[in-house]
């Protein structure tokens, strides 16, 4: 084991070459960067290849969307855990996920409580993946780390402590391999994924459900998909290939964050 300063540039996932007391970083395949409150930009994760987006009844609207388009940004495979399929309330959500998303990313149903499911979870990051979990407070992210990595030990909040007023002590991040092969890291940087930053034109590209628009181009580059002349995507909307619902979802979010990234740019933040 190499103890490393805080502020020397390596993040957990970093490749290095140790030579001498120096470590020479090796070249990143990925970078998972986040957004804080004050609009600085961190870098918290390197070379992971894998996204679980963790979700459990009432997630944000959008929130399933903009974390999948922020996973692809990144080159990561995003993948969606429901969690707490324990509970009756779930049926309805994992109901709607798996009519939205099936085709576009795995699916993965789990109860953390009843250790339901995981399998399936170990046998997809047993290829040789290396992921995180994102969601927003409350999901089950430490619970599901808690079952898929018995040695790490996190502290799992009480839901009455929604605000999580002194739960997160724990800063650093730490990589965990999983018996059944592949790991799993654990960044405290990320737990809080409920604000997902994205721009128009990366949820343009990547929007989940407009996959079969691949190869297909919109006569123009940077299209918005809106109301553009040669758009393929409102070609495929009209022939009922693009369901119809999908592409109102993706308008509203593209309103969004067309705000969002205005209100950006108004205070001087610079797009990653
Ligand atoms: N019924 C049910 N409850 C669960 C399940 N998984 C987690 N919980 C509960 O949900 C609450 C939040 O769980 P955590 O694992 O702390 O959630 P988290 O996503 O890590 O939350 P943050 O640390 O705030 O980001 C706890 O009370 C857990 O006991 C599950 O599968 N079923
Ligand atoms: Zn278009």
């Known amino acids: 084991m190499v103890r490393v300063k805080r502020n020397s540039g390596h993040v957990v996932g970093d490749d290095v070459v140790v030579a001498g007391e120096v470590l020479k970083q090796m ?6 960067r986040r957004r804080d409150a004050r609009g600085g930009i ?13 979700v459990a009844p009432d997630p944000p609207s959008g929130f399933i969307d903009r974390a999948i388009v922020a996973a692809r940004v990144a080159a990561l495979q ?40 995981l ?11 290396r992921g995180a979990f994102v969601g927003t407070t409350g999901v089950g992210k430490s619970s599901l780390l808690n079952v898929l990595c018995p040695e790490i030990g996190l502290k799992v909040g009480a839901l009455s402590d929604y605000k999580g007023l002194g739960r997160h002590t724990t800063t650093v991040s730490t990589l965990h391999a999983l018996s059944g092969g592949g790991e799993l890291v654990d960044t405290p940087g990320f737990r809080d994924f409920g604000l997902v930053e994205i721009s128009e034109e990366d949820l343009a590209i990547f929007f989940p459900g407009f996959e079969e628009h691949d190869g297909i181009s919109c006569r123009f580059r940077n299209c918005r998909h809106r109301s553009e ?11 009922g290939i693009i369901h119809a619902e999908r592409y109102a979802t993706y308008l509203e979010i593209l309103t969004e964050v067309e705000k969002e990234q205005a209100e950006f740019r108004s205070k001087g933040w610079k797009n990653q």
């Open 27 to 32: 070249p990143r395949k990925t970078e998972l």
């Open 42 to 54: 961190h870098l918290v994760a390197a070379n992971l290849d894998v996204l679980g987006i963790v």
């Open 78 to 117: 995003p993948f969606l855990v429901v969690n707490k399929c324990d509970l009756a309330e779930t049926a309805d959500l994992l109901g709607k996920v798996k009519n939205t998303y099936t085709g576009s990313v795995p699916i993965f149903p789990v109860s953390a409580a009843h250790k339901s499911g």
């Open 119 to 129: 399998e399936e979870v170990q046998h997809f990051l047993g290829v040789g993946h």
């Open 229 to 239: 002349p040669g758009c393929a995507v409102a070609e495929q909307v009209n022939q």
